[in-house]
């Protein structure tokens, strides 16, 4: 069976994992309260920077039309 480490490693390298690899895993995360609850906090901070991410990626349509308008001037000047 793997140490707590090794499957932090695993977890945080984000690397695919072949099926043995995955049945340790699981296994292991099946019977360790802790490395199951960072598993949970790993997803959260995923979705959170996800959600962040698309939050500020997002542009309104009048920041886009004033962009192209900008080109615009640009290109004729």
Known sequence: ???CREIVQI?????RLGLIN???LW???SMCGNCSRFVSHLRIMKNSFLNLFKKMTVVDKDTVKKLEQDMLDNIKN
């Open 1 to 3: 069976m793997r140490k």
């Open 11 to 15: 977890l945080a390298s984000g690397e």
């Open 22 to 24: 995955r049945i340790e």
């Open 27 to 29: 296994l292991h995360l």
